[in-house]
């Protein structure tokens, strides 16, 4: 057992008044040396070892004891196969990593199978992508407001526009898309992009209310904004969960 050494190693010592740093290092590595070999030399020690530094803190070892209690135990497993009964090794249940939890992928969301049947079927809709799924809050149907938020920080993917249409909302011009709402009815409304301080978001205006107030949203409603494309024109849909 590695030992750490204390002042009463040192006592023999005689330092020169004109060593360096790397002098007081190679003295203490020599120190170090000679107190391993003859602890190399020095007969086992006894099972309950203590041994007092210079501030009288004791430093105890069970090692010994450690070591015993392990002996004990082989023993006993070497009399009990003698007697014919086989031991079988108890083993410990495995602990699921936390990352393991992740290995399943979360399926992405699906758009409901009515509101597909009517895009893709019925109205030709293709290139069907999920812009935002989000909680309804006040500001969102406060009626002076008039606007759906869509903030940058919970948009899933800003491909669900074209170069064209990402330059028109960059130079701060509207676009009017169709709009199916929950209760799967199209409307006119306004997609606007507005540029803050410290964040960005994509707004639904103008008709905004109207969509409110026909779909009954509240505050609290878990609500999705699909985009797809009829004719290659820009086209959404509103789901409510």
């Not at 020095?42 to 392990?70: E, I, M, W, Y």
């Not at 249409?165 to 009815?185: C, F, G, H, I, T």
Request: hydrophobic share 35%; charged share 25%.
């Amino acid at each position: 057992m590695m030992e750490l050494l204390s002042l009463d190693d040192f006592k023999d010592t005689k330092i020169d008044p004109n060593w360096g740093p790397f002098d007081y290092l190679l003295h203490v590595l020599d120190v170090d040396q000679q107190k391993m070999q003859k602890s190399h030399n020095a007969p086992p020690p006894p099972q309950t070892l203590c041994k007092q530094d210079h501030k009288g803190f004791k430093l105890r070892s069970k090692f010994n004891n450690s070591v015993g209690l392990k002996r004990k135990r082989n023993l006993k497993a070497v009399e009990e196969e003698d007697d014919g009964d086989q031991v079988a090794p108890k083993l410990k249940p495995k602990r699921i990593k936390k990352q393991e939890k992740s290995v399943c992928p979360i399926p992405p969301p699906d758009l409901p199978p009515l509101f597909r049947q009517l895009i893709v079927e019925e109205m030709g809709g293709r290139g069907l992508v999920l812009v935002i799924q989000k909680t309804i809050f006040f500001s969102d149907i406060n009626p002076t407001a008039s606007r759906f938020s869509i903030p940058f920080s919970q948009v899933k993917t800003h491909d669900f526009l074209n170069e064209a249409e990402a330059k028109e909302l960059d130079d701060k011009n509207s676009m009017q898309v169709w709009l199916l709402d929950p209760s799967m009815r199209g409307t006119s409304i306004t997609l606007n992009k507005w540029v803050m301080r410290s964040s960005s978001l994509y707004v639904l205006t103008n008709t905004w209310n109207s969509v409110v107030k026909n779909n009954q949203l509240k505050k609290g409603d878990m609500v999705q904004l699909w985009s797809f494309r009829v004719n290659s024109l820009l086209c959404l849909a509103l789901v409510k969960l």
